[in-house]
């Protein structure tokens, strides 16, 4: 059990924040979306929740939003999995070192 080292949260957030903005700066490319629309689709579909007010339209979008899905939301809940164990681990530690004080 370790504690979460700056670093370790900004690896985790970086991956985060590298998924959001490859589908920002691609979906402008592959389906002519604006910034914000293609930002807007990025983070409703890393965030699993897909309104379905855009989706791809074009056969190489479609294929490029399912590795995007595939790999992108295993990305992002595995990062905010690793910080909320990582978060778990300390409270333990704490609770620990009370009990052998």
Known sequence: MGKVKGTDVGIVLG??????LL???VYPILEGWTYIQSFYFSVT?????????????????????TF???IGVTMAVSSFSFLGSRR???RVEKKVR???V
């Open 88 to 90: 778990l681990d300390r």
């Open 23 to 25: 589908g920002t700066f």
């Open 45 to 65: 579909t890393l965030a699993t929740v897909g309104y379905g007010d855009l989706h791809p339209t074009t056969e190489v979008s479609r294929i490029f939003t």
């Open 68 to 70: 995007y899905i595939l």
């Open 15 to 20: 991956v985060v924040v590298f998924f959001i």
């Open 98 to 100: 009370k009990k052998q």
